[in-house]
């Protein structure tokens, strides 16, 4: 059973400087940013989201995410994932010298709207082009299909439009696509249940799984994606995020907690 919990390697991408900290009524300034992120990087993380390019009008706590980049140091096999919503926050993440990058497409088209000022189709056909252009600019690209278990405007979202919502941005070619439960009203049965379908629907596809922990099953979201077949997960330090266009979700599982 070299396949089970306990002996398969598991990655984990840190994102308190982005998910975490853009959830902050305090605004922090550039050198804690980079300094929380060399600590991380310290503690053994490989993989970091650093920031996200997204209206600094919108989410002012990202608004410096240029100079976040531009003070952290070039390393050989560590990753600074920059967070984009559009093909502007692509230019500007690849601009900045993110060696990888996130984009995200929301299950419910209200959700979608909310976040990023576009219907789900218009998300979907945003990454297609910024896949693309990452490829071609040797950016490692990949996708996360947010509010995968709820929306907070349409309420449960059926684990079928997860998968066609999969199925779509697979055509562009990611390393990996993620799955969200952005707001954390997700259970294990239901982890299960969608990562048996992605698996089944896109076989060679790494999935990738974020959960917030509204609800306190976070961990227990992780380990059954773990179970059914997730080889990386996001987790941030002390279990802080949220999500500024999401009310009431609350942070992210705590890295800490997840690695014990
Ligand atoms: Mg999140």
Request: charged content about 20%; hydrophobic content about 45%.
């Amino acid at each position: 059973m070299g396949d089970s919990v306990t002996t398969r390697q598991v990655e984990i991408v840190e994102v308190g400087p982005r998910d975490g900290l853009q959830n902050e009524s305090t605004v922090f300034s550039t050198a804690d940013k980079v300094e929380f992120i060399e600590r991380v990087i310290a503690a053994g993380t490989r993989r970091v989201e650093v920031a996200s390019f997204v209206n600094p009008k919108r989410v002012p706590q990202m608004a410096d995410a240029e100079d976040v980049l531009k003070a952290l140091p070039r390393r050989s096999g560590i990753h600074y994932v920059g967070l984009v919503l559009n093909r502007r926050g692509f230019d500007r993440a690849a601009a900045a010298g993110c060696n990888e990058i996130g984009m995200a497409v929301v299950a419910s088209d209200t959700f979608n709207q909310r976040n990023q000022g576009a219907t789900t189709a218009e998300s979907i056909a945003a990454w297609l082009d910024i896949a693309a252009a990452a490829h071609a600019a040797g950016i490692r690209a990949q996708v996360t299909v947010s509010a995968a278990f709820g929306c907070p405007f349409e309420g449960e979202i059926a684990p079928e439009r997860v998968v066609e919502v999969a199925r779509e941005v697979a055509q562009g070619n990611p390393c990996e696509i993620a799955i969200a439960d952005t707001i954390g009203v997700g259970v294990p049965s239901q982890v299960t249940d969608l990562l048996g379908r992605l698996r089944k629907a896109l076989p060679a596809m790494p999935l990738r799984c974020h959960f917030h922990n509204t609800r306190n099953t976070g961990l227990a979201n992780a380990y059954a994606a773990i179970e059914a077949g997730a080889s990386v997960l996001d987790a941030s330090v002390g279990g802080i995020g949220g999500c500024p266009f999401a009310p009431a979700a609350t942070g992210n599982i705590p890295t800490e907690d997840l690695l014990y």
